[in-house]
């Protein structure tokens, strides 16, 4: 009897313990219009980069971040699932197809037409429903041990030949692979996009599931030819130093293969005239911050003016299709054309 | 008696028609006392919060989008893909557990404990950081191959364990009455021992099955197209939960299938043998020549399975130029957190467990089999749509604790329940329905009973669920980073920010505290530090 009592007591110091696991759910709502001072941010980008950038706009403005990190693609569909509900009032987002879902939706809030004007059309949102804060380049990355500059095409649609057989490597599940191709159909035209991807997957293409992945086969002499966004490149030779890179870029002026998606931001519908999130998405697109960005990831500043970062070409001369990237509609029929031939 | 059973003496070979006297007696016309079929529905609802949200996810495609999706070429490839790695990493995990779990119990070892220790100690790296590790050291290594070696070598003990502790619990007896019947010693083995253990071979080649089809972190890193990469490639670039949802739908089913299997083939054995309690009394074999190889056996797969990895891993920490000045703190919270959290997720784990492993063990009847096998189900499913379901699930409930600790322990709760449930019930199903019967005669009631002499008898069993829970609750990623409190990170997610942006000599130290933190609940796993060398499995 008296273990049973003793079970009792057990259990009930377990259920204290399990409550204090719970931390304080912060959910604080406020009145239309008012500052509170806290803001909470969906991060879909690495923690050490925005970090840094977080607490230099805490230290200028006053306002706490609370910032929940994670991949874009969790983040987007938690948001989806979280519906009104959500804590968060921004989201920062990898790629343009995440916000273009959460805008299809109805789950977020139009930015004002003075900040999302400070971004050139083409690289943020036509309807003021996000707003482009950098952009990353496609590129060919390469084995340098194997191949050489000269003998890479000008055009991705020139590695679907014979001599490609087996070389080339890409994720065609990864956003920004996908806006490639979307990019392709519209320049090139639906026939010759079909083309490509048809001539592609029979070519006995090396499939994989990131742009990082993707690099680390070319880096370790496993791929000759990679197709990846070029700021991967930095974050490697971070690690490893610059000459100590086996893989190589060549960028693609005024083909669709080296064409440029854009990260950006949105406010949540459930925060909408937050002046605390709007305070933050001017911040991103404030000199101070596009600076940061180009210094740390060697991605392109969008908002005109900022330099772009040195050795890179112009972000005028890569193909810029005035396309909405986050046009669900068309991002479907990319998706159907990779699936038709067996690639997603 | 009527509702009793006595411990089967020594049966026989022609244990057939002891066994069909003594079954129904242990699981056959009793009914469920109304107390624990109400706690087992509960728990059994509670694991069927990912199900009831793929359906509904599932439901709001319409038929023309599902046949679509499901007709896609590549689909049956994927479905191809899945099955396929799923039964070669359970059939070599077998192959590799059951002689190991057979060394261990049987044999005359030196370093009986060490070896023992080892056998659980690939249970404390997560896979993908076994996967990272042989792709680092083995550049070409991808594919079925690259995948079904390193998912094998993590998953063994699943199978390892449970064999070695119903060895442990078994008698040699019966093979010694075939040998002197003229059978060979292997065949003495197949009707003598392996009748006792091929419920525990089962049990673990469930949870090893269940596990392949739902991992995605290890395939993904040595691309092996599989249904979970189709599944997080339907997040991450169609922004698409519906689609997900379908192709998840095809993972449940496929897990129904394979749940039912394993039931069915348990169910077989019971009739068969019956209970072999009561004596357990086995020779221990001397290896004589076979000493070299079955050390290498021994030594073999944790060398590969943890020690490749982890070495590769201070490789790159030498090397890298990356590595910043550890932070201690942020170190040690996270420690902190993955602690916590995990015991939290082991308790509600084993809570949800107990009613239905108490059910499986004692009852039958098709209402007991719907509510184990709902039990294992969401085992099958890819952490990322188990923790979107309680997103969902704790939004229109529990809103308030929504993005706090108890959600997330909740969520290990939900998706590693079936990992408690195998060893609670085997435990529960060992105590002598007699012994429970004197206790009620003496006056203690229901509950009593239970908790005195039910409980305390099979608590090494549910020990042993809570530590498996614990242990894989720690390397959990993609629930939590859907559910943890926005600012808490456990060694999982501090592992992932790091290595996701090829930060790997940032990522080592949080990599090493992982393996060695969950190496604690492995080593418990493992017996070795009771002194004795029965784990509790």
Known sequence: MRAFRRGLLVSAALAVAAMTLSGCAASTTTPDGESDGELTLYAGRDEALIAPLLAQFTADTGIEVSARYGSTSELGALLLEEGNNTPAEVFLSQDA??????????????????????????????????????GRARVIAYDSQSVTEAELPDSVGDLAGAEWTGRVGFAPGNASFQSFLTALRVLDGEDAAADWVERVSANSPVLTESNGATLDLVSAGQLDVGLINHYYWFEDAAETGAD??????????????????????????????????????????????????????????????VAAPAGLPTLESLVNTGLDLSDLDSLEQTQSLLAEYGLL | MSRGTVPAPVPTIAGRTIARRATPERTGNRRAPRPLLVLAIFACAIASIPLVYLVVRAGSSGLGDIVAILGRPRIPQLLANTVGLALAVTASC????????????????????????????????????????????????NGFWAAWLVLTLVSVPYVTLPVAAALRAGTTALDDVARTLGRGPWRAFWLGTWPQIRPATLAGALLVCLYVLSEFGAVALLRFPVLTTAIQQAYGASFNRNYAAILATVLVLLAIVLV???????????????????????????LGKWTAPASLLLAGVPALAVGLPVAVLFARLLDAETLRALDPVELGQAVVNTLMLAVGGAVIAVLLALPIGALAAK???????????????????????????????????????????????????????PKAIGAIRSSIAQVPVSLEDVARTLGYGRAQTWWLVTARLARPGIAAGALLVAVTAMKELPATLLLRPTGTDTLAIELWSRTDVSAYGAAAPYAAALVLLAAIPAFLLSGAGRGRTDGPL
């Open chain 2, 260 to 286: 039912l299997g394993e039931q069915a083939a348990r169910g077989r054995a019971r009739r068969r043998f019956g209970a072999v309690g009561g004596v357990s009394r086995h020779r221990i074999i001397r």
């Open chain 1, 97 to 134: 197809g995440a916000l273009g879902a959460l805008a299809n939706a109805d789950l977020v809030a139009d930015i004002p037409a003075d900040t999302a004007g400070l971004i050139p059309a083409g690289f943020t949102s036509q309807d003021n429903s996000w707003i482009g804060v950098t």
């Open chain 1, 244 to 305: 100590n890179m086996r893989a190589q870029l060549k960028f693609l002026p005024g083909d669709a293969g080296g064409m440029v998606n854009v990260t950006g931001a949105a406010i949540l519908a459930s925060s909408a005239n937050d002046p605390d999130a709007l305070a933050l998405i001017e911040y991103l697109v404030s000199e101070k911050a596009q600076r940061y960005f180009v210094e740390e990831t060697y991605e392109y500043p969008l908002l005109p003016g």
């Open chain 2, 94 to 141: 077998i192959a590799i557990g059951v002689p190991t779990a057979f060394l261990l119990a049987r044999a005359k070892l030196r370093f009986r404990g060490f070896f023992a220790v080892l056998a659980a100690l690939p249970l404390a790296i997560p896979s993908y950081l076994a996967a990272y590790g042989w792709l680092a050291a083995v550049p070409t290594f």
């Open chain 2, 363 to 417: 009852y039958a009847g098709r209402l007991v089999r719907i509510i184990e096998s709902v039990g294992y189900l969401a085992l099958g499913l890819p952490g990322i749509v188990v923790g979107l379901s309680l997103v969902f699930f704790s939004l229109a409930v529990v809103p308030a604790l929504y993005q706090t600790g108890i959600v997330l322990a909740f969520a290990y709760g939900v998706l590693f329940m």
